[in-house]
């Protein structure tokens, strides 16, 4: 099915500025669109004119004409337009319609005239290929939130629609899941000409899969092009603070220091074949090593905790761990393996339920302690910043957490300052945080947690939503945190800030830990990433593409460009 937009404009209610301005494009059938872009630029609400959300039920003014298959979207209603329009949202909680999985998965194709039988069998299929099956029993709010983001997208796949609009459906998954969605995807285009589009702030994504991408930036489409194209102009996405393939910023980095002038790679691949012909072999130092932890005793130690939730999900199976006091430590590992269920053991909310299972915080043992004493020690963020985001206003959230530890009025104003500050949140301090973009409401749950000033800080996946600039400065502002000594643990699926910003990794995988280590080690380790469900970043697989051996300190593109610069 074709999509055209015809001089397309769209304000929402009471908003001052349009989200999208003037948007004329045309997408034949079966194309495979990517569309990218920073936060506010119009990207979701894009894809919500697709099926007629927009301009049937979200209010605001459209201008122009959205035609699906040569109709206007204004002559259909949402329900016809959604057989042929599947689209899957941000956030999968929103999404989900029933107390089981399988009657999720079976909802959307229920509707659409099909035998039991058909509807079974799509939506089996779809269920095994987002990694779902064994799962059909469960209560869907009760899942991780990878496996969450797998059911919203299976109850989409089971419709069969013609065109597919997927807004960030990867954010929450492991680099494997991920990978199976692009596999899955690739072969719809292929074999059944659906059209897709598809949100996505990850390039190396973007780059395999699309026939195009569209830039966003401020309600309109800055840059249409092949990923070649697009991913060429290192200016434009710059500009926006879009996320570059690593191996293009390496190689821009080196044409910036005057040693590059041909075209630059997209792929490990490509810039192996373009460098080997050009570079020395052996070995370069990095100067930026980074500074060993301020002490090396445990702050936190965990021994044997098993968790198990009902009867059915053994979610910890005797897990031993230490984290240093000062140390960055990255918990990665595939969706389900049980990294929130350890977080949340750290932090007091759940406990063992072996009795022998122990987590001690600073010498307290968190099963005995009172939370309002833990919290002093050790606090979360959870994976969904709304879970935990109740106040109606930024500020009365932030000072919540403060007068629950009973912090004198004059302090916690200081301390509510600095939160801000630190934050970048005083433009929002009187605004209610449910109003707020997903990135905003972020770093207000997270200033909300760093304003107790916890000696550890337990961050459950913070950059899930958040476009390239956002999350960088999250990360940064952590990273601040740690070199003023507080004990860092997060949660993430995105492999490139493990490498940046860890100085050690924690791999999880079934319940169990499968093996801790600095990021040069662990990312050494094929036979643990298979396992695990994960991938090596293209900076390390470049470098043992060239053979080099100790990868201590390569943390980042500008790292690998550097060393690549000594050997030219
Ligand atoms: N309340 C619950 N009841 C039953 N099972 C649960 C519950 N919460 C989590 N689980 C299950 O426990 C396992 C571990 O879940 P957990 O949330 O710790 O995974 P995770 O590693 O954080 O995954 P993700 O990367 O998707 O966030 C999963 O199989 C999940 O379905
Ligand atoms: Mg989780």
């Given at each position: 099915m074709s999509i055209?937009?015809?001089d397309v404009s769209f304000t929402y209610w009471q908003a001052e500025e349009p989200a999208l301005q003037h948007i004329t494009l045309e997408i034949p059938a079966g194309q495979f669109v990517a569309i990218t872009g920073p936060t506010g630029a119009g990207k979701s609400t894009f894809l919500q004119m697709l099926n007629g959300l927009i301009p049937h039920h979200i209010p605001g003014r459209m201008e122009g004409e959205v035609l699906v298959n040569g109709v206007s979207t204004r002559e259909l209603s949402v329900a016809q337009l959604s057989r042929q329009v599947g689209l899957v949202f941000e956030d999968p909680d929103s999404q989900i319609v029933s107390l089981t999985v399988e009657d999720d998965v079976a909802f959307g194709p229920s509707n659409l005239g099909w035998s039991a039988e058909e509807i079974r069998r799509h939506a089996r299929q779809a269920l095994e290929q987002t990694r779902l099956l064994g799962f059909e029993g469960r209560n869907p709010f009760t899942l991780s939130g990878g496996e969450k983001q797998s059911l919203a997208m299976a109850g989409i796949l089971a419709m069969r629609p013609q065109v597919l609009a997927l807004d960030e459906p990867t954010s929450m998954l492991d680099p494997i899941g991920r990978a199976r969605i692009v596999s899955i995807l690739k072969a719809l285009a292929a074999e059944t000409n659906t059209t897709?589009?598809?949100?996505?702030q990850n390039p190396e994504l973007i780059i395999e899969l699309a026939d195009r991408v569209l830039l966003f930036d401020g309600g309109r489409v800055i840059r249409d092009g092949t990923p070649q194209e697009v991913y060429s102009d290192v200016e434009a996405l710059q500009q926006v603070g879009?996320?570059?393939?690593?191996?293009?910023?390496?190689f821009w980095e080196l044409r910036r220091r005057g040693l590059w002038q041909e075209a630059l790679p997209f792929t490990v691949e490509q810039a192996v074949a373009a460098l080997k012909p050009r570079i020395r072999s052996g070995y370069a130092q990095n100067s930026n090593t980074l500074s060993p932890p301020?002490?090396?005793?445990?702050?936190?130690e965990v021994r044997e905790v098993e968790h198990r939730y009902g009867d059915e999900v053994q979610a910890l199976q005797s897990v031993s761990a230490r984290f240093r006091r000062?140390?960055?430590t990255a918990i990665v590992g595939q969706n389900g393996s049980g990294k929130s269920t350890l977080a949340f053991h750290l932090v007091g909310i759940l406990q063992p339920t072996n009795p022998q299972g122990r987590v001690i915080v600073d010498g307290l043992d968190v099963r005995t302690t009172p939370l309002r004493e833990l919290i002093r020690h050790i606090n979360y963020v959870f994976q969904n910043p709304d879970d935990q985001l109740f106040q109606e206003t930024a500020e009365l959230e932030i000072e919540y957490g403060l007068k629950q530890l009973g912090i004198p009025a004059d302090e916690r104003r200081r301390r509510l300052e600095w939160a801000l500050e630190l934050f970048g949140l005083h433009d929002?301090?009187?605004n209610a945080p449910k109003s707020l973009r997903r990135g905003l409401r972020t770093r207000i749950a997270v200033a909300s947690v760093v304003a107790m000033q916890p000696e550890v800080l337990v961050v459950d996946e913070p950059t899930t939503g958040l476009d390239r600039r956002e999350s960088l400065e999250i990360m940064q502002t952590l990273q601040g945190l740690a070199e003023s000594g507080t004990t860092i643990i997060f949660i993430t699926h995105e492999m490139d800030l493990v490498a940046q910003f860890a100085q050690r990794v924690l791999v999880m995988h079934a319940g169990k830990i499968l093996r801790?280590?600095?990021?040069?080690?662990?990312f050494a380790d094929l036979p643990?990433?298979?396992q695990a469900s994960l991938s090596q970043p293209d900076i390390y697989s470049l470098a043992a593409a060239l053979g080099w051996g100790d990868l201590s300190a390569l943390r980042t593109p500008a790292d690998l460009a550097e060393r690549i610069a000594q050997l030219m």
């Open positions: 055209e937009f015809h897709i589009l598809v949100v996505e879009a996320k570059l393939p690593p191996m293009v910023e390496t301020s002490a090396d005793g445990a702050i936190v000062g140390e960055t929002y301090a009187h801790q280590g600095a990021p040069t080690q662990i643990v990433l298979q």
